[in-house]
């Protein structure tokens, strides 16, 4: 994983450390995901070394093992984001935590 940052809702009282959108770790890139499901944020690996990319249909949420997936805020910018409890925004509270595996 590459950076990484926390977001916190402005309503509700959910919080999440993700990269919050493409990042490119040591061994696999990541992008940054909705659970519809679970109402979760989570970075998921899009690739592995030397493969192609995944599609979404080809993911599946950590927590419940589905893929009613949805990336997260893909054209709203990388400083507030939808709440996926809420749907409120969410800011970034930590742009500087840098976490190399
Ligand atoms: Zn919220
Ligand atoms: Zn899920």
Redesign the pocket.
């Known amino acids: 994983m590459g950076v990484r940052h926390g977001f916190t809702c402005t309503n509700c009282e959910y919080t999440c450390e993700v990269s919050g959108g493409k990042d490119r770790g040591m061994r696999s890139r990541t992008d940054t995901f909705v659970?519809k499901?679970?109402k979760?944020v989570q970075d998921i690996a899009i690739n592995k070394e030397g493969a192609d990319d995944k599609t979404i249909n080809e993911l599946c949420?950590e927590?419940?093992?589905?893929n009613?997936l949805e990336l997260w805020g893909e054209n709203i910018g990388r400083l507030s984001k939808p709440c996926p409890k809420c749907n409120a925004t969410m800011k970034m509270t930590r742009p500087m935590n840098v976490m190399w595996d």
Do not use: E, P, R, W
């Open positions: 659970c499901d679970c979760i949420c927590k419940c093992k589905g009613n």
